[in-house]
């Protein structure tokens, strides 16, 4: 599915009453999706304990 495609049905997955807003975050949302699988499927993830170390510190 080309990009033009998923962007129309998301677009046409909507509510009628749906704003600009709620198509940008859809869209980002979606984008955002893709990327993540995308470097999940080039092995470009942090392992989990790294995430949870990092959360550590962060929450401190």
Excluded at 28 to 51: M, N, P, S, W, Y
């Amino acid at each position: 599915m080309t990009v033009k495609q998923k962007v129309m049905k998301a677009v046409q997955s909507l509510p009628d009453d749906a704003s600009y807003e709620d198509a940008m975050e859809r869209l980002l949302f979606l984008a955002k999706i893709e990327k993540g699988v995308r470097q999940a499927d080039a092995r470009q993830t942090v392992a989990h304990v790294k995430i949870r170390q990092k959360m550590k510190r962060w929450l401190k």
